[in-house]
């Protein structure tokens, strides 16, 4: 969705509200900064007009006293400013990766299956971190630059109104017209880096992912020119942008060369005709000189702040996005006395995958679910689980529709083991914990056992303490499974769902985690998925997916 630069400023400036009681402050401490950074120049200027004999309002003792002083004041003040822009940004930013991972949680997994993962790290790490660039260098220097520059404009309009339209007209030349100027020159500039930055982040995480076919097959030369293609077309789109910064900075600086002189020739102009005293021609001009600093920051924002719009673009497009299957916070609370699915049918993108299935779960008993491939035996168990919304029919657990269950209540009656679990590069304990946060390490080892991978944990060099690695890349697809089962034992919900369970299994490690879940017949209700028809004769009753019959 494409934004105006205004919109993503207001929705930027939105997050911020809960800071304004620093941003305020920070807003008014830069201003005074920088009037004391002008006025050292200006009283300067006062003291030559006293060396040159010409009478001012200050004594030449009363100038060097001030200007000490507020030499000093520039510097608490600068600093005191720039530590509260900075501290707002971080905690900003903190607020947003809170915020974006949280509702990656909500779009996941409908809305994240198809995304490119290259460019959602791009967008939490570096677009993220781009707009600290927006609240520590854009919302206060655009507020700093407008009052300061209000101000500078009266005083040296006190000296003659037209100087005061003079010094109007430079400020807003150069803090407004020439960043407009040069965003519109940018263009799409900067959201076509940003977009070529997520799609080379991706390139290079599937690169690594898949380091080993690569070596392989041979495949490294390929991959390395195909690489160097994409970062040449990454640099063609940063030498634009950085082109038009460079088109920026000689506008600003012929601008705040050509304005100081514009007033000085303005005013001695009116000087020659006793319109205004020396002073009138030496003090507005040595201030239209040492005025422009907020302004050219303003100016400066130019070219860099379209990478920051690019970046906010992309973070708003993810916390703008609506769920495909909302999380449901007031529905009801249940404990699990069955499931059911009543002529249910579902579509992937207008693809039919399910179409008329019904089966009946009892309150315990292993139910089998097969089916050829791809006849949409796991999109099933994804359905029980409210991943995604049936097209036709009705889901029920506990004798209510799926969609008036609170989900965490529904998420927590039941436990689901895909064909690839994913792990956290952290200790296998830990890996295990997602699915009890409070579990004893009794509990774990129990689970542990009922998989069949408690004796090999326990043959590792640091036990349940051994790093399970990047992505479990540490453990055999086996293993990984295994350990998947544990999680779902740990988990101990009323309603187990087994996708494949034992595809990656030797057939002795496959008997002992049928023979567990065999042993939940008694108490838990069981839906299992397979190919296997070993892993099919545990289950009390079997239903195939593809016509929705029972066989």
Known sequence: ??????????????????????????????????????????????????????????????????IGIIAVLRGVLHYAEQYSNHYIAFRLLAILRDKVFGKLRELCPAKLECKDRGSLIS????????LEVFYAHTISPIAIGIISSAIMAV???????????????????VGMVIPIIISKICGSAAENFRRENGKLSGFVLETLYGISEIIRFSAGEKRIL??????????????????????????????????????????????????IDFDGVI???????????????????????????AAADRVLDILEESPSVPEITEGAEIKF???????????????????????????????????RSGSGKSTLLKLFMRFWETDLGEISVSAKNINRIKTSSLRNSESLVTQDTHFFKDTIENNLRIAKPDATREEIEAACKMASIHDFILSLPKGYETEAGELGDMLSGGEKQRLGAARAFLHDS??????????????????????????????????????????????????????????
């Not at 967008?123 to 781009?130: C, F, Y």
């Open 155 to 173: 005083f040296i309009g006190q000296y003659h109104f037209l100087l005061g339209i003079i010094a109007a007209a430079a400020y807003i030349f």
């Open 226 to 275: 195909e690489m160097e293609k994409r970062t040449e077309k990454l640099s063609e789109k940063d030498r634009i942008l950085k082109r038009n910064n460079g088109i920026c900075s000689a506008v600003t600086t012929v601008s705040v060369t050509i304005f100081p002189i514009i007033i000085l020739a303005v005013s001695a102009a009116l000087y020659r005709n006793n319109v």
């Open 337 to 371: 006395t069955g499931a059911n699915a009543d002529n249910v049918g579902f579509s992937y993108d207008n693809e039919k995958v399910l179409e008329g299935v019904s089966l009946d779960i009892p309150r315990s008993g292993i139910i089998g679910i097969t089916g």
């Open 494 to 551: 009323d309603f187990m769902l087994f996708d494949e369970p034992t595809s990656n299994l030797d057939a002795l490690n496959e008997a002992v985690i049928l023979k567990s879940i065999a042993e939940q017949k008694d108490k838990k209700a069981v839906l299992l998925v397979s190919h296997r028809a070993s892993t099919m004769r545990i289950a009390d009753s079997v239903y195939s997916v593809e016509n929705g019959r029972k066989c």
């Open 1 to 66: 969705m494409k934004r105006s630069k205004i919109k993503i400023m207001l929705s930027l400036g939105a997050i911020a509200k809960p800071l304004l009681y620093i941003m305020i402050p920070a807003v008014l401490m830069g201003v005074a900064g920088y009037l004391c950074a002008e006025f050292i120049t200006i009283l300067g200027g006062y003291g030559l007009v006293n060396i040159l004999g010409f009478e001012t309002a200050f004594s030449l003792k009363n100038i060097l006293v001030i």
């Open 123 to 130: 967008v939490i790490t570096s677009d993220i971190e781009l």
């Open 283 to 309: 003090i507005p001009t040595i201030a239209m000189f040492s005025s422009f600093g907020p302004v050219i920051a303003l100016a400066n924002l130019g070219g860099g702040l379209q990478q920051t719009f």
